[in-house]
């Protein structure tokens, strides 16, 4: 599937359980399932290409896995050393995450990844790791993947992070668990906490006090997780800007995460004019419920804070400021250029394709809203800018190419675009 032609779509209402499962918790609860002295059950587990690439890794460090296509049963006796070079496909939470895990496990680990993760910085993460003792090497000193581990001694560290990044805290506090003492971590601004929530849930000494994590090494192997995967906000947010920018609709998103470090763009909708309601009805690791949107007049808005709690909704925030009243302006957003593509350059881009005046930052972007215009986009293998500029297609009609990298995290991405409009696969 090479190309979409989406068609605009009329008032809609769309009411849906089918939100693709949430991508950073599945991949969590694979992996620390191998911390754990049971059988940690997994159900509504993503099955999409990264999340199944981490599955797939943990079997090759030697977990016994069995998956009746309901629930996922993982049950390890600690992390062996592989035969197989472990393969992270397009997820950079994936390879980070697992950089933290196998530093201080015993043997020789090569994570390696597709073409674009292959090209994405991991300095952010082995830097750190490297400087509590981590034996890990890559290209260009550990900047690129492939990435080599050689499992040793961890010292404890008290490390203050210059950016908010789950990833790169996640990481560490993974590292933290095998350190020869309690560990500190800070970062400038709270980044998601689904690493924190799921260990102390599994019984992980681990403390917060506003910006600062403490880690106590594990005594003991963890209990066992027993989770639901509650859907993603992020994959539900593309609904939610679809609502958004087209008069007369709403849509009900059902069994979302309601974390607060991952609802953040669904804030700044609401403060752009936006009817959002959220409906909470569990807690046990996370907070779960349903979020209601409906369609109001969009106004501009200024993005300069909470970053990390809605950085990877920024490309389709960007189509819902596309189609509101005045400028709206992204700012402290430069991690925004090391995802899966250089997502300030493609927003830009693509916008500017479909006739929106868009002032570039190092940082972020100026968009002056007016009317979006049917052009022609190529994703550049990032399924974020993918996804976004078919749901600007609702609007105006959209051409857009490269589209494999959907199915990485939203496999049934299409068949809920399909409840709206019409779409053509070429």
Not at 10 to 26: Q, R
Not at 287 to 305: F, H, Q, R
Request: net charge negative; hydrophobic share 40%; glycine share 8%.
């Amino acid at each position: 599937m090479k190309k979409v032609v989406i068609t605009p779509a009329k008032s809609f209402s769309l009411g849906t359980s089918e939100i693709a499962p949430d991508k950073s918790i599945s991949h969590r609860s694979v992996m620390f399932a191998m911390l754990s002295d049971g059988v940690s059950e997994i159900e509504n587990f993503l099955r999409a290409e990264d999340t199944l690439n981490s599955l797939e890794i943990v079997k090759h460090l030697g977990a016994h896995v069995e998956d009746d296509g309901t629930t996922i049963k993982i049950s390890s006796k600690g992390i062996q050393e592989p035969f197989e070079i472990l393969d992270c496909g397009n997820s950079g939470t994936g390879m980070r995450l697992f950089c933290g895990l196998l530093s201080s496990a015993k043997g020789h680990f090569i994570l390696t990844g597709d073409k674009y993760l292959r090209r994405r910085p991991m300095k952010r993460v082995t830097a750190p790791l490297m400087s509590i003792g981590a034996k890990l090497d890559g290209r260009e000193d550990g900047d690129f993947a492939p990435l080599s581990i050689r499992g040793a001694s961890l010292k404890a560290f008290d490390y203050e992070s210059k950016i908010a990044s789950a990833q790169v805290k996640s990481a560490m506090i993974l590292a933290a668990l095998r350190a020869d003492g309690i560990c500190k971590y800070r970062e400038p601004e709270l980044s998601r906490d689904h690493t924190e929530r799921m260990l102390k849930g599994m019984g992980a000494d681990i403390k917060t006090d506003g910006l600062q994590t403490t880690i106590t090494p594990l005594k003991s192997l963890l209990s066992p997780l027993k989770i639901r995967v509650p859907a993603d906000p992020s994959s539900a947010f593309f609904f939610a800007v679809a609502a958004a920018i087209i008069p007369g609709s709403h849509v009900m998103l059902e069994g979302i995460t309601l974390n607060p470090t991952r609802i953040e763009a669904f804030k700044a909708l609401e403060r752009m004019g936006v009817d959002i309601q959220y409906d909470l009805y569990d807690e046990k690791y996370e907070p779960v419920g349903n979020i209601t949107v409906k369609y109001a007049p969009l106004k501009g808005i200024v993005i300069e804070d909470k970053i990390a709690w809605l950085i990877d909704e920024l490309p389709a925030l960007s189509i819902a400021m596309a189609c509101a009243e005045g400028e709206s302006v992204v700012k402290n957003a430069k991690e925004l250029r090391v995802k899966e593509s250089d997502r300030i350059a493609t927003v830009v881009k693509a916008l500017h394709a479909c006739g929106i005046a868009v002032e570039e930052y190092e940082d972020g972007y100026k968009i002056t809203g007016g009317e979006l215009k049917k052009a022609v986009v190529d994703s550049d293998g990032d399924h974020r800018i993918a996804m976004s500029f078919i749901i600007a297609g609702l609007k105006c009609g959209m051409e857009v190419s490269d589209l494999d990298c959907i199915n990485t995290s939203f496999p049934n991405f299409f068949s809920l675009v399909q409840k709206i409009t019409q779409v053509g696969f070429l």
